[in-house]
């Protein structure tokens, strides 16, 4: 049986998830979130301070008067994180930037990208105020690294929303940053002008960074390689090809390109063992302590501070602290005050993938790990460690992968083969790259020579992904599920595991029912989508495209190439089919389409559509139903527009401005 007063921060945690919760979904003032904070923290002052009889006598209202204290202080971290920067625009706006790079630039299709925060100025030197900007900058520009000061002139607008139906919204997830614009620099008008970091800690560790990313290329002389080992042991994944990505996606490994738990775990180990420490059997904890955890967090600093990197090295530094005062410590409790630390900080870490995926994957090692890994207790120490590394992935996947298909779209099958494969090779790399680092220092020939057998490693890693990868149905794909098909889920995955635990009827029933559910719910939306007919016009940057949807087929219209333009269509359209529960292949058939004067002339389904080419007849343009215009002059307007939907099926034409507007989408 679950009993609070044995997992104390698990309440506390649950609370302040509560108003967090309540802060991003329901507009209450955050003044009133600041009143009950006050009220709720004297109530329990005073009950604190009041007698033990008392304080026992209403121990039902004391929790009471904390819970709502932790969602209250949960509701004012969110809205006090989430201020809104002192100027604001809604239009493009010329402006003088002054600021400070907060992270190494990244490249993105024909610019760089850096988030800077900037003092902002407008033409005439007046200040307009102070926040954080993403700042796109020309390619041929240096690379601009933390704590780089910079002084350029830049066009500055809001973050757009989507464009397209159900497109990821960018918009939010930079808010959720902090950073509410984006910057596009005037060609040659970006000057560095000095060196201050925000944080020295984390300047310190950037340069580190950067001096172990120089020694990793000095050893390893692949540029797969070297591109590999770089996100393994710093957490750099800027230099991994698309196709290498693919692979680990596709196999259900891409957990271990991120710095994670299972990295900071490696080095943990790596650590112990210089010290001559067992894990099982810490002899001298403090000593480990003030050792080990100084480098664990140099190292997470080093990598970047992900929320992965953050919870793991919160929950071994509980760990230490724990044993260097000789108290016992709760798994549960750790991965909740872990929690409860981080989003005390930043609270908005809740809605981050990382941070979901990372406490989701260890809360199924706790409980499910032990259940699986007694089905089979074998005697060969080979064995037993292959079974455990197989219980430990079956255990995270189990309450992963929900969460994956939702975010992701799929599902890897043979995730089981593939970690078995990787991880026992990634252990072999970290630690392997650490002894490269440490040797190359004192002897280049042995970093030389160790780089070499790294080398081999990868190349048996990424051939054995390879083999998986072209294995039949090696990954379900387009999968979509809703948020409430996933909370379905998992009660599925508590309901089965509680019926194993302890069988009874009303368990097995409350399952049952559940996954009935779960399909029902499943069904009837896949109906409700098919018996939908419609066009959707998208709006894209450059191009044009349009799905013809006919009660669960679909066919597209379009100017893109494929597979050159693969990306667009996996931002800007694939996202609509796998809600609508349309295949997801492009599919350019099943429409008639000519060339006309005026330009392309699509029928389907007795619609018309000209994709306009020549606008100086628009009184032709009456003999169509939709009239899609580019970089022309359309009916009533003075101004040029690059994307233009005409929808003549009304009295007078009404104009749809793609760009401006987003996507339309007509029901037929």
Known sequence: MFFWSRFPFVRLTVGFICGVLLAMFVDVPVEWSALVLVFTWI???????ARRHLLAKYNLLFGGILMLLLISLGHFRVKIHSVNPAFLIHTSK????IGTALEDARSASTMKKVVIRAQVFDNSGKYMGLDEILLFYPKMRRMLHYGDRVMARADIQPVQDPMNPNEFNYKIFLERKGIFFQGFVKSDSLAVIGYEPPHILIGLAMKFRAIL??????YIKSQPAQSVMKALLLGNRTELNPELKEQFAVTGVMHVLAVSGLHVGIIY??????????PDRIKRPRVVMVVVLPLLWGYSYVTGLSPSVMRAALLFSILLIGKSLNRKTSSINSLAVSAFILLLINPLLLVDVGFQLSYMAVLGIIFVYPVIQKWWLPGNKILLYLWQLMAVSLAAQLFTFPMSMYYFHRFPTYFLLANLLVIPLVTLLI???VIMLSSGAICYVCGLSIGRIIEKLIVVMEKG??????LPFSSVDGIHLTMAEVVIIYFIILSIGACYIRFSAWKFSLAFMLILLFFSYRIYQVKRMHAYSGIVFYSLSTGWAIDFINHGQVTMATDMSFPDNIGRYQYSILPNRLVKHLPTSVN?????MRNTQLGKLISWHNRTILIASDCTSPRLWKEVDYVLVSSCYPIGEGQKFSKVLINRSYTSPKIHLLKKEGALEIKL
């Not at 180990?269 to 067992?278: K, N, S, V």
């Not at 350019?588 to 008639?592: A, D, L, Q, R, W």
């Open 588 to 592: 350019t058939s099943g429409y008639y």
């Open 43 to 49: 109530a329990l002052l005073v009950l604190h301070l």
């Open 269 to 278: 180990l790596i650590l112990l063992w210089i010290l001559g420490e067992r």
């Open 431 to 433: 630690w392997g790259g």
């Open 465 to 470: 992904l390879l083999f998986f990868g072209q």
């Open 213 to 218: 990313t120089n020694k990793l290329s000095l």
């Open 94 to 97: 010329e402006v003088i930037l």
